[in-house]
């Protein structure tokens, strides 16, 4: 399998990077410049350290990459944008295709392959709702970044953790990141 991760300019980069610390397949990142700015206020890496924990990176603005095109036999099988910006989730939602991320989310459209964008805002206006529709309807898994509390988290780290296995399972990945729930929120308790 081969995953990109685009991670755009959206509070909460550190869910990108611990999908890509946690993928053990192939994997591509793309970072979006807003993105590049942040990576050290969030996650105290820079923009090259996180593409360096990939596969492969590309810049957002080389479109010659041949992911941007569904033809290429450089084949990738999912995408996630995590966190994904209102302002690339709109572009994608009205298929302006003008970066990286924005190219290879509407390849994932069009070739009907696995793309989860997770959106970090809040609250959400109507045009947000209406574009999020739009993109579940065209095929995306639309996966907010809400953490559970039934897992009991301790950490920032258990709350991240949870949303990115929540990621994992979208792309049919097993882990332990997490406790899934099954109906107790703990052994005394039912």
Known sequence: MHVVVGI??????RYGVRLID??????TVVLSSEASLMCDGETGLSASEIASKATHSWTNDDLFSPLASGSSST??????????????????ACGIADNLVT????????????????PRETPLSTIHLRNLLTLSEAGAVVMPACPAFYPRPETVDD????????????????????????????????
């Not at 190219?103 to 997770?118: G, M």
């Open 22 to 27: 946690c993928l053990t397949c192939d994997k």
């Open 159 to 190: 709350m991240v953790d949870f949303v990115v296995g929540r990621i994992l399972d979208q792309l049919g990945l097993g882990h332990n990141l997490s406790r899934k729930w099954d109906g107790r929120y703990s052994d005394n308790h039912r």
């Open 8 to 13: 755009t300019g959206a509070s909460g980069i």
């Open 103 to 118: 190219r290879i989310a509407a390849v994932a459209l069009k070739e009907r392959r696995k793309l989860v964008i997770v």
């Open 75 to 92: 084949r990738f099988d999912a995408m996630v944008i995590a966190p994904c910006s209102m302002s690339t989730m709109s572009k994608i």
